[in-house]
């Protein structure tokens, strides 16, 4: 009995640990295009006992910050000497099992890869949490993909535009009414003449 008991308690404990690990501080969304004005929301749950009651985040090089969105019961301060967003509680903060999120616009840089959100979770007991590892890491920061943006007005080898189509490439790609309609004649008139062969050799 206290083998199987072991056993289970072993066993919720491998199912609860990964969902542990994966509550961390993330940002989102994890990809995006260069140049482009996006909403970036940062997710900020608490595993401690003891609430956090301040958020910083770094914006990445070649991150534009622009603008924020009011949290109530929270307090903004940008800072863009070094480049930061701090989000500080004016109430209770966030307990624990809880989250909250904050969202602010940025302008993506011009070059295509990987930005990193460098992060620092404040606690009331005064301990921090920094999440600045890579991926591997206990504590990761999040990441954002940024891929090149097409360009409306691209255009192909022919001088046309690659979102674009000519008529003429239209009625090449898409075969017309009365061509479905000459093949099913064509094919009708193929199974009326197996027909009559067949017939005939019956006779």
Same mark, same amino acid.
């Given at each position: 009995?206290?083998?199987?008991?072991?056993?289970?308690?072993?066993?919720?404990?491998?199912?609860?640990?990964?969902?542990?690990?994966?509550?961390?501080?993330?940002?989102?969304?994890t990809e995006s295009t260069t140049g482009a004005w996006e909403t970036y929301t940062v997710?900020?749950?608490?595993?401690?006992?003891? /609430?956090?009651?301040?958020?910083?985040?770094?914006?990445?090089?070649?991150? #534009?910050? +622009?603008? %924020? =969105?009011?949290?109530?019961?929270?307090?903004?301060?940008?800072?863009?000497?070094?480049?930061?967003?701090?989000?500080?509680?004016?109430?209770?903060?966030?307990?624990?099992?809880?989250?909250?999120?904050?969202?602010?616009? /940025?302008?993506?840089?011009?070059?295509?890869?990987?930005?990193?959100?460098? #992060?620092? +979770?404040? %606690? =009331?007991?005064?301990?921090?949490?920094?999440?600045?590892?890579?991926?591997?890491?206990?504590?990761?920061?999040?990441?954002?993909?940024?891929?090149?943006?097409?360009?409306?007005?691209?255009?192909?080898?022919?001088?046309?535009?690659?979102?674009?189509?000519?008529?003429?490439?239209?009625?090449?790609?898409?075969?017309?009414?009365?061509?479905?309609?000459?093949?099913?004649?064509?094919?009708?008139?193929?199974?009326?003449?197996?027909?009559?062969?067949?017939?005939?050799?019956?006779?």
């Open positions: 009995m206290r083998k199987l008991v072991t056993g289970l308690l072993a066993g919720a404990m491998l199912m609860i640990s990964p969902v542990i690990a994966s509550a961390h501080v993330t940002v989102a969304p997710k900020v749950p608490v595993e401690k006992e003891s /609430a956090t009651v301040k958020v910083v985040v770094k914006v990445p090089a070649g991150v #534009a910050f +622009q603008s %924020y =969105e009011p949290v109530p019961g929270w307090n903004v301060v940008v800072n863009k000497t070094d480049n930061t967003v701090t989000w500080t509680a004016t109430g209770g903060g966030i307990q624990n099992g809880q989250f909250q999120r904050f969202s602010f616009v /940025a302008q993506n840089p011009d070059k295509a890869g990987t930005v990193d959100w460098n #992060a620092y +979770q404040y %606690y =009331e007991d005064g301990s921090i949490v920094e999440w600045t590892g890579n991926e591997d890491a206990d504590y990761p920061h999040a990441t954002t993909t940024i891929s090149k943006a097409v360009s409306d007005s691209a255009t192909d080898s022919h001088g046309k535009k690659a979102t674009e189509k000519s008529e003429t490439d239209d009625a090449k790609e898409s075969p017309s009414v009365i061509q479905w309609v000459s093949l099913g004649i064509a094919i009708l008139a193929l199974v009326l003449a197996l027909l009559t062969l067949v017939m005939k050799r019956k006779k």
